[in-house]
């Protein structure tokens, strides 16, 4: 199933996202914590791809094992920033045998002291033309509700998002954001900018207090005082931050879907126990056929 045609439910769902492993070594751990969260049957499931494509194999295949053997749609990242034309239509190729039909189209971070000339990519947008050109695919794209870090101000990235639909991208997804008013206050930018695909809010839950530190400089997100004081009241208490995150994360989903927002995408960080209680928690709100 095309994730596209998911989102054109007017039924509240969870997505959730899974990393795959970094080496050969932990692939059985990764495949094992991916099956469980599977196995609450989200309404997708999109499967990372790292830096620089160095797990490009694993993505491929763990986004086949989640929609052939668990029976829940997946979306493959693809990222393009050190690619070639050659290697991004290999791995389209080897997306399409594997029976996947949904790409998230991402630049990739950009690494440190990366050469930037002579690129086949440079932007998101480029890669999804291709996808688009290639065929077959439902396309969608990331945005930054808080501005995305290499733009010069607001206006200029959600310019820049407008090329992404423009160049195929059907749906865009947040980075992580920790206060509702700043996802609603971009959907309205987005908006009168012409954009009106579907926005699906990103929403990361913090179980532990060293993750607000990686979160801040992941994505630049603001982290609103009633967020900080849970971390600054529970953050050295293991077993109680992790149930003050998960019903902070929870919290957050509920106003977005009383808000009208129906479709939420959580950042599950391969923890089948994290995205369980959430779940759990949203049992009667959310179109989940386990809980």
Known sequence: MKVIDILNSP?????????????????????????????????????TY?????????????????????????????????????LVHQQLIKLKEAGIENI??????????????????????????????????????ACYPEGHPDSANSVEDIDNLKKKIDAGCQYLTTQMFFDNNIHYKFLYKTREK?????????????????????????????M????????????????????AGIAYATDQIIDLIANGINHIHVYSMNKPEVAQKILENLSSIVDNKNL
């Open 50 to 86: 790292g830096a620089g494509g160095g797990t490009s194999s694993h993505t491929v295949n763990i986004a086949k094992h989640i929609q052939c053997d668990k029976g829940v749609t997946a979306i493959a990242h693809l990222s393009c920033i050190s690619s070639t034309h050659d």
């Open 104 to 141: 998230l189209a991402l630049r990739g971070d950009i690494p440190e002291g990366f050469e930037m000339d002579n690129l086949d990519y440079h932007y998101a947008s480029d890669l999804a033309k291709e996808i688009s050109d290639f065929g077959g695919f439902c396309i969608g794209g």
């Open 224 to 243: 609103p005082p009633r967020f900080l004081s849970i971390v600054d009241r529970f953050g050295d208490d293991k077993e109680a931050m992790a149930q």
């Open 194 to 222: 012409g954009i009106f695909c579907p926005i699906i809010p990103g929403i990361m839950p913090i179980t532990n207090a060293k993750q607000v530190e990686r979160a801040i400089k992941l994505s630049g997100t603001i």
């Open 11 to 47: 039924k509240p769902t969870i997505s959730l996202e899974v990393f795959p492993p970094k080496t050969d070594a932990v692939y059985a751990s990764v495949e094992q914590a991916v099956e469980k969260i599977a196995d609450l049957k989200p309404s997708y499931m999109s499967v």
